[in-house]
């Protein structure tokens, strides 16, 4: 073991987790590779849990964030006013909001995504004058008291300590053979449902942690409907599914909805600097001043880094790209899946975020550490670590994405042949 892993492993509390799936000291990293202190290459199908779907140290974004800080520009300003920020929010209004026919209000609620999904319930909750909210199986939604309350998974909520109240869990889309939408709107029409009516629901439209649950657009639109119906404020979580992973800046764009919330951070700053917004339509923006703050959410950094990651979205031609190599992406995981039938894996996913669902227990999990010996850096999700999911950088050439993929597939097949050894 290394001298600095070892420091690491003797100093740092017992609750870190993916060193232990990635046991290396790394040094340096670029675009979608990353090298470790051995001078050992990798290629990154992780991309920071999805906070760098740009890659590493973007030559664009480094060269502004260099030219920013050599200039002794504002590094932390609260929320008072800067150049930085001025230029990030008139760049997003421009680039993203107006092209896409939305009108929001950008909150900065602190930097990261379980402040932007905090300050979404507090406000839903103020806006109605209602406690309870909506969330579905298999969310993951933050680490945070109130996110945690929305987040599904049983061990992390158990981590809170204490009773997670004033939420509901229903059916998300395929959980179950029958249809969610129809049970989701008995329980709220049913007086003795004993589910009072919320103040949201707030829904992944493709569930990262909970095992890369993609929602069909036509129940996305259901529940958007059901909301305008029960006036409940909907919330889409796009904190990790957003900025491109699925194939469009937002998530949801192909389900043609417009949400009342959206909440995003990971890859927002382009950088991996942290950043979070909650975009609130402006007829729901009714916070006193100070209502919701945080020393920490004028990162003025990531404003400089996000507004040049924009760049990326002035045309068509970047998602257009993303689209041609997802295509790629998929049909590469349904061969896998039909050519090594003894996996018993499913295709899950949209975009850049998908992978495969595996009935053998363990075996995603084998996967990823045989593939990360091979010089390939992939993580599991889903409740039982039962999908090995693959997170490349958006902007990933496709002959270097093709070399992840070949080494997926070495993967797969060694441990088919030989499962006891690997």
Same mark, same amino acid.
């Not at 070892?6 to 000291?25: A, L, W």
């Not at 869990?169 to 029958?178: F, G, K, R, S």
């Given at each position: ?12 509390? =017992? ?6 799936? &990635? ?7 670029? /675009? ?5 202190? #051995? ?34 520009? +504002? ?8 150049? @930085?920020?001025?230029? &990030? ?18 909150? &900065? ?43 599904? !998974? ?11 109240? !004033? ?11 029958? #249809? ?9 029409? #049913?007086?003795?449902?004993? =589910? ?5 629901? +707030? =829904? ?8 890369? !649950? ?25 904190? /990790? ?13 192909? @389900? ?42 004028? !990162?003025?950094?990531?404003? =400089? ?5 924009? #760049? ?56 990823? @550490? ?31 994405? /093709? ?20």
């Amino acid at each position: 073991m290394s001298k600095n892993l070892d420091t690491i492993n003797h100093h740092e509390s =017992v609750v870190r987790s993916y060193i232990r799936n &990635f046991p290396t000291v790394f040094t340096k990293a670029k /675009q979608h590779k990353m090298w470790d202190e #051995d001078g050992k290459e990798y290629l990154d199908f992780f991309s920071g849990a999805g906070a760098l779907n740009y890659g590493h140290n973007d030559d664009h974004m480094k060269e502004k964030l260099i030219e920013y800080i050599s200039s002794d520009g +504002i590094t932390h300003s609260l929320d008072m006013a800067s150049t @930085a920020k001025a230029e &990030f929010l008139e760049k997003f209004d421009d680039v993203i909001l107006k092209p896409r026919d939305l009108d929001y209000k950008v909150m &900065f609620p602190g930097p990261t995504g379980t402040n932007t999904v905090e300050s979404a319930l507090k406000l839903a909750r103020k806006v109605t004058g209602r406690t309870d909210i909506i969330s579905f199986t298999g969310g993951f939604h933050g680490m945070t008291i109130g996110s945690l309350s929305v987040t599904g !998974n049983s061990m992390k909520r158990q981590g809170a300590g204490i009773p997670l109240q !004033n939420t509901v869990t229903m059916a998300y889309d395929n959980y179950v053979d029958h #249809d969610t939408i129809v049970y989701l709107e008995r329980f709220l029409e #049913d007086s003795g449902s004993g =589910v009072a009516i919320p103040a949201a629901m +707030i =829904v992944e439209t493709v569930q990262g942690e909970g095992g890369i !649950n993609a929602a069909r657009f036509e129940w996305l639109k259901q529940i958007e409907e059901i909301c305008r119906r029960w006036g409940i404020l909907l919330i889409i979580d796009d904190v /990790q599914a957003g900025i491109g992973r699925t194939g469009s800046f937002f998530s949801f764009e192909a @389900a043609g909805i417009k949400p009342d919330i959206i909440c995003l951070s990971k890859s927002l700053s382009g950088y991996g600097l942290p950043l979070a917004v909650t975009l609130i339509k402006p007829e729901l923006d009714i916070w006193k001043p100070g209502e919701h703050n945080g020393t920490f959410r004028g !990162n003025n950094h990531a404003f =400089v880094t996000a507004t040049a990651a924009l #760049d990326y979205w002035k045309d068509e031609s970047f998602e257009k790209e993303i689209h041609e190599k997802s295509e790629l992406i998929y049909n590469f995981l349904e061969k896998i899946v039909t050519d090594y039938p003894e996996i018993k894996g499913e295709v899950r996913g949209r975009g850049f975020m998908i992978g495969i669902a595996s009935e053998v227990e363990g075996l995603a999990e084998k996967i990823t @550490a045989r593939c990360f010996k091979l010089g390939l850096i992939m993580e599991t999700a889903g409740p039982n670590d039962e999908v090995f999911k693959l997170f490349p950088p958006l902007n990933i050439p496709k002959d270097e994405l /093709q070399k992840g993929l070949d080494i997926i597939e070495e993967s797969v097949k060694d441990l088919v042949k030989d499962p006891v050894t690997n």
